[in-house]
């Protein structure tokens, strides 16, 4: 029974790094808690600024637009390629040099005095996100690969992830009203200088890196080429419209640079940026769409809620960002329940019962008015919804890496990361498209509602979509059979055994 329970990863099997000098996990988790954070917070910090940096700087309509894009484009473009430099240079490596690089872009933002200035330093930082994202998530994966020090990992990691996100809108909005815009920048500066000191002395300097034959540059060109151009074509939709020459063209050059690379990919006889045999492996497929889906509810949600809330009820900046707090603390208490139950449940369980809380939340915020308020509108589904997406984080992540070998860890952790950028970009142009069109050129307050409760409305289906996902798709265990690793057909899952605790 005991070989068979660590089989399933589900308990306290000893760690593969545990007893190696120099390796702390607990020093690990903080130092990617303290990186997820800041990048998740990174991600929506700059929104809720966004009017005052386009006074302060003289940003046009559509120039403010790239304050964003920016982020995105080389954030989401350059994750395999950051993921794959994870694996195969080193990840302390790795971690260190996205940190560094990520304090200086936004210490240079804080200080621009033009457009272009800021855009660039927007495009740095997410050149240093793209390089430590994935290794800070490897790095999670591999010290903690399973037992209930894992779930307790990946609980950590989620809620840090989460609060991040929901808490960037709140520091934004705090900072931009009683600080200034350039604050939402320099705010990034010490905490890239903290996780900095952490990993110099929490992270071993030989942690899994692997070295194998020659990298596959050409792949990797074809894949941050497609990606970008990919995003680049989706996040311009504001401006032309889906069935317009531009973007059609745009889109159809991004598939064909991603079709070039899965043949390359394929051919190569070098070693490949993205192994195609991990895709067979359903946990890793499974998560990476199911990640895409809930990227792109998420993200979507964010922008129609905060916009709701300034433009349909006429919140200032600072109580716009104070409103989201209960959906950071439901966020956290939904980390803290998948940490409870991931005891008990398999992986695939908590992500489905979470994917439908949070559609039930988003179908909630589909019912706003004109009229409405805080507390009739905005408060219950914000808690419905955060603590299901609670519940997904951990898992997912957990999910998304079962079964991979060591030495592709960052792949893993850089697909996954890619899935949830691509899957915000996506859905947030389509789902902003659709809510324009319901609106048309309307500003009066309940046009606005309209279309931002058509938005919310299709961000419940979207997490409906995710639960179906979850539940046709991913392994009843969450995990995949060691042969898997080597790309090899992945085992039918056994029947669940008999869950006895594990003694501490």
């Known amino acids: 029974m005991t070989n068979k329970l660590e089989s399933k990863g589900r308990w306290d099997a000893k760690r593969p790094d545990e007893g190696r000098p120099g390796v702390r996990p607990g020093r690990i988790l903080a130092v990617v808690a303290v990186v997820q954070f800041m990048v998740s917070l990174d991600l929506s910090v700059v929104n809720v600024g966004l009017p005052e940096i386009a006074a302060g700087l003289g940003f046009s309509a559509v120039g403010l637009t790239w304050v964003i894009h920016a982020y995105a484009l080389t954030f989401g473009g350059l994750l395999l390629l950051?993921?794959?430099?994870?694996?195969?240079?080193?990840?302390k490596r790795m971690l260190l040099g996205g940190l560094a690089l990520f304090g200086a872009a936004s210490l240079l933002g804080g200080f621009a005095q033009d457009p272009g200035q800021l855009v660039a330093a927007r495009a740095a930082?997410?050149?240093?996100?793209?390089?430590?994202?994935?290794a800070a998530l490897a790095l999670l994966t591999t010290t903690f690969p399973e037992g209930k020090a894992r779930v307790k990992a990946f609980g950590v990691w989620s809620a840090t992830n989460a609060a991040g996100g929901a808490l960037g809108v709140l520091v934004g909005g705090i900072l931009t009203e009683y600080a200034g815009w350039r604050w939402v920048m320099f705010v990034n500066v010490p905490m890239a200088a903290a996780a900095l000191a952490l990993a110099w002395r929490g992270v071993p300097a030989g942690t899994a890196a692997a070295r194998?034959?020659?990298?596959?540059?050409?792949?990797?060109?074809?894949?941050?080429?497609?990606?970008?151009l990919l995003v680049f074509g989706v996040v311009r939709t504001d401006r032309y419209a889906w069935t317009s020459a531009v973007t059609l063209g745009t889109l159809a050059a991004a598939l064909v640079l991603l079709a070039a690379f899965v043949y390359v990919e394929h051919t190569t006889a070098r070693e490949p940026l993205v192994r195609l045999g991990l895709f067979t492996n359903r946990s890793v497929a499974g998560a990476n769409a199911f990640n895409l889906v809930v990227g792109a509810g998420m993200a979507s949600s964010f922008y129609f809620m905060s916009l709701y809330l300034q433009r349909v009820l006429g919140t200032g900046a600072a109580m716009t960002g104070l409103m989201f707090l209960p959906f950071a603390l439901g966020v956290v208490a939904g980390s803290v329940v998948a940490v409870k139950l991931g005891?008990?449940?398999?992986p695939r369980t908590l992500m489905l019962v979470g994917a439908l809380l949070t559609a039930a939340g988003f179908a909630w915020f589909g019912l706003i008015s004109a009229d409405g308020t805080f507390l009739t509108?905005?408060?219950?589904?914000?808690?419905?919804?955060?603590?299901?997406f609670g519940m997904c984080l951990g898992p997912l992540v957990s999910v998304a890496t079962a079964g991979v070998a060591p030495h592709e860890a960052g792949t893993a952790s850089g697909?996954?990361?890619?899935?949830?950028?691509?899957?915000?970009?996506?859905?947030?142009?389509?789902?902003?498209?659709?809510?324009?069109?319901?609106?048309?050129?309307?500003?009066?307050?309940?046009?606005?509602?309209?279309?931002?409760?058509?938005?919310l409305t299709v961000c419940a289906v979207l997490l409906l979509a995710a639960a179906l996902i979850a539940r046709a798709v991913l392994p009843r265990t969450g995990t995949t059979a060691p042969d898997a690793q080597a790309?090899?057909?992945e085992a039918e899952p056994e029947e669940e055994p008999e869950l006895v605790p594990a003694r501490d």
């Open 377 to 388: 509108d905005v408060l219950g589904p914000s808690l419905v919804a955060s603590v299901g």
């Open 125 to 134: 930082q997410g050149v240093g996100a793209a390089a430590l994202a994935p």
């Open 415 to 455: 697909l996954l990361n890619s899935s949830r950028q691509i899957g915000a970009s996506l859905g947030l142009a389509a789902l902003g498209t659709a809510a324009h069109d319901r609106t048309g050129d309307a500003v009066t307050p309940g046009a606005l509602n309209d279309g931002y409760a058509l938005g």
């Open 343 to 346: 005891y008990r449940l398999p």
């Open 487 to 489: 790309g090899q057909p």
């Open 212 to 228: 194998g034959g020659r990298p596959d540059a050409l792949g990797a060109v074809l894949a941050a080429s497609g990606m970008t």
């Open 82 to 91: 950051g993921g794959k430099a994870a694996d195969r240079y080193g990840r």
